[in-house]
């Protein structure tokens, strides 16, 4: 032992990196319900301002407050037309506690937990998650 502690003092310093890959998943989707609505109920009652909508003035996505004052912001994804992000709010993913609290609010019924997203409306789990900048596929 004293050999191999007196060749740990003489060696370099390495380092390894490693790479993890991981899936973003969703805890709550908003879907086709809020498109063109955009009634905003959901937004106070999220605990951790986590629903997030387009703000054509700074070209971000925003968290406002009831006063309509931007609390957050995040940068969106390029790709996808500004049009598109005006119509319908959107959840960060991971901001989301998964507490369940924005969708009894939503007076559409747009927001679901990922397991109960009816079929109709998958696409909605990649549209949310890709808004964000950060997020998206590069």
């Not at 370099?12 to 908003?30: G, W």
Request: glycine fraction near 2%.
């Amino acid at each position: 032992s004293q050999k191999y502690l007196s060749h740990l003092k003489k060696s370099k310093p390495s380092f390894i990196m490693v790479s993890v890959l991981f899936e973003v998943t969703m805890a709550h989707i908003i879907a086709e319900p809020c498109i063109g609505v955009k009634d905003r109920a959901c937004v106070p009652a999220c605990p951790v301002d986590c629903i997030y909508e387009y703000d054509e003035a700074s070209d971000k996505l925003v968290v406002k407050n009831k006063e309509g004052v931007i609390t957050k912001e995040r940068d969106r994804n390029p790709n996808i037309p500004a049009e598109q992000l005006k119509q319908q709010l959107f959840i960060e993913p991971a901001e989301c506690i998964d507490c369940t609290a924005c969708i009894d609010p939503c007076p559409v019924n747009a927001i679901f937990a990922q397991d109960d997203l009816p079929q109709e409306w998958a696409q909605f789990t990649d549209i949310n998650k890709n808004v964000f900048a950060s997020l998206a596929p590069q």
